[in-house]
């Protein structure tokens, strides 16, 4: 007979889960305690789990199958009815958020670190997602956070592993363990929002792909959907088998991390179109043949056409951005005359606007784009309804990318990132800004006269809530912007995140080099600043 027991536990410091939701090195969530002590809170805070069904799912990563049986066996020890559980632990997250819905389960919990990287000296992460499919609002996170610094226990059956190596289901505990294709719903969910038809005939008239899963969860989701469902050549998906390290790499789609590809678009042996997606499956990034897509960018593109895909025919009901997004969407937005929501970085804002029926598609220049099919950000379905575009147009990424900016104007845009940074001095510029605000108004640096600057406050037009000092913004007379903003997807130290984006209207040039068009705005962001003394750092770590 199975044995539940009651572990006596302390609370361990720094358990407040970010934007989306706990990441730390995965050496500190293998010390003694540490996860359980995480899943309990979770357990607790959401009013305990007795006769509820959850799903679970992860990227992968190191680590992954380990801790998916310590939650198989504490879900049950704290009376969970069922479990629905990913073929192997995996789920990507747009997969897991659909699975939450369709199953109307009460929530679920993905084991993943996202974009990070992965490996016994690398990151791990743990998240909740609640019965809506979207990751745990504030409310729940900060319920999360305080349970954690009073937990004095948790319970844990003394089992045996579950079999998750096969679809079926299974008992642990007195609770139903069901395991399940991981591809099959999400691919299914694919078919019904996009012209499959349309996209077979585009690559059987020879259009050309490639798509990098990074090693990384979309491998068997890209697999199945791009060349068995939709004809694509076999050896479209490169790097498609997941591994706990990620092959050594970052799974971060971004032109820094995915030189490779970017290198064989800018080339003469392109294909017409590639993508990349991340570790957990919620980021992309797009490119045609010599042309990078920004993320920005791609969100007001996909707004802009989103009608040729049947499940977006009958319009958009709105869009939304994060702050630091580039303003491309709600130049769309704005044409369409349709609203354009700005939100606070972190899916989960936008969470309130989808179930409210307020938007129709969202997204983040952190490389994630997504729409109301889920409540996540969703890399592949992004890469399909690009695919359902250039079907329907027939024209080169280049050439959309063109009549766009000749429409809209182009927002030229960048961000730099400084990571791992020495948190007193991030802290301290950030500090220094703030005090700044009320007298920038006027002032000019590097050329540039500040026309307005605020910390972003958010006032959520669903629920009323507030959600204060979400990144510092100066906007300068000339319709350029800076954004100055300290991430929560970090392990250790401080990343600081500096957004830059200039406007080119309709009839200015549109095909200058980003850094070029961008280098008066830099200039007057570390004038504004001073980065590099607060960082130490001459230059950012990454350039996006």
Same mark, same amino acid.
């Given at each position: ?35 359980? #002590? ?39 020890? #704290? ?15 747009? *997969? ?62 003394? !089992? ?15 609770? *139903? ?6 591809? !099959? ?42 060349? %068995? ?59 045609? %043949? ?20 049947? =499940?977006? =025919? ?6 939304? %951005? ?223």
């Amino acid at each position: 007979m199975t044995q539940t027991t009651t572990i006596p536990t302390r609370p361990i410091e720094g358990q407040k889960p970010g934007t989306s939701g706990l990441r730390k090195k995965t050496r500190v969530f293998m010390q003694p305690h540490y996860l359980e #002590n995480f899943v309990q809170s979770v357990f607790d805070a959401i009013g305990g789990v007795a006769g509820k069904t959850l799903v679970l799912g992860g990227d992968g990563r190191f680590w992954n199958d380990r801790a998916a049986q310590v939650i198989l066996r504490m879900a049950a020890a #704290n009376g969970a009815a069922r479990v629905i559980v990913g073929q192997g632990g995996i789920l990507s997250t747009p *997969a897991a958020s659909h699975l939450i819905r369709l199953r109307g389960a009460d929530g679920g919990i993905i084991l993943s670190a996202s974009h990070n990287p992965g490996g016994l000296d690398e990151d791990f992460g743990c998240k909740f997602n609640g019965p809506n499919g979207g990751p745990a609002p504030e409310a729940v996170t900060d319920a999360i956070f305080a349970r954690s610094m009073a937990i004095d226990s948790y319970r844990i059956a003394e !089992a045996q592993d579950a079999d998750l190596s096969a679809p079926g289901e299974t008992a642990l505990a007195g609770m *139903a363990v069901e395991v399940v294709d991981p591809v !099959a719903d999400y691919a299914a969910l694919m078919e019904r929002l996009f012209d499959f038809d349309a996209i077979r005939a585009l690559f059987a008239g020879g259009f050309t792909m490639r798509f990098d899963a990074m090693h990384a969860v979309t491998g068997p989701y890209a697999t199945d959907i791009l060349e %068995r469902r939709l004809g694509a050549a076999p050896g479209t998906v490169v790097n498609a088998t997941p591994l706990p390290d990620f092959g050594g790499g970052h799974p971060d789609p971004n032109p820094v991390w995915a030189a490779d590809l970017v290198a064989l678009m800018m080339g003469p042996d392109a294909p017409d179109f590639a993508a990349a997606s991340d570790g957990d499956g919620d980021r992309n990034m797009v490119l045609g %043949r010599g042309v990078y897509v920004t993320p920005s960018d791609s969100l007001a593109v996909l707004a802009a056409n989103a009608t040729l895909a049947p =499940a977006y =025919a009958g319009g958009l009901r709105g869009v939304a %951005r994060s702050m630091p997004t580039s303003r491309a969407a709600d130049r769309v937005a704005a044409a369409l005359g349709i609203a354009c929501h700005e939100t606070p970085t972190g899916w989960k804002f936008f969470g309130n606007l989808l179930d409210a029926g307020r938007v129709t598609i969202c997204g983040e220049e952190s490389a994630g784009t997504g729409s109301d099919h889920v409540r996540e950000k969703d890399g592949l379905w992004a890469v399909l309804l690009w695919l359902n575009i250039l079907a329907a147009r027939r024209q080169p990424v280049a050439a959309i990318m063109a009549e766009h900016w000749a429409r809209f104007g182009r927002d030229y845009y960048s961000r730099h990132d400084y990571e791992s940074v020495p948190a007193e001095g991030a802290n301290a510029l950030m500090d220094r800004l703030r005090a700044m605000l009320a007298g920038l108004p006027g002032q000019s640096f590097a050329g540039l006269t500040v026309a307005a600057a605020d910390d972003f406050t958010y006032h959520d037009p669903v629920d009323g809530s507030v959600s204060a000092r979400q990144g510092i913004r100066v906007m300068f007379a000339d319709d350029s912007r800076v954004v100055f903003r300290l991430s929560g997807t970090g392990t250790e130290g401080a990343t600081l995140r500096v957004y830059l984006e200039r406007h080119a209207a309709p009839g200015q040039p549109h095909d200058l080099d980003p850094a070029s068009a961008l280098a008066p705005v830099i200039a007057a962001a570390e004038a504004l600043a001073r980065i590099a003394e607060h960082t130490g750092r001459d230059a950012p770590d990454v350039t996006t």
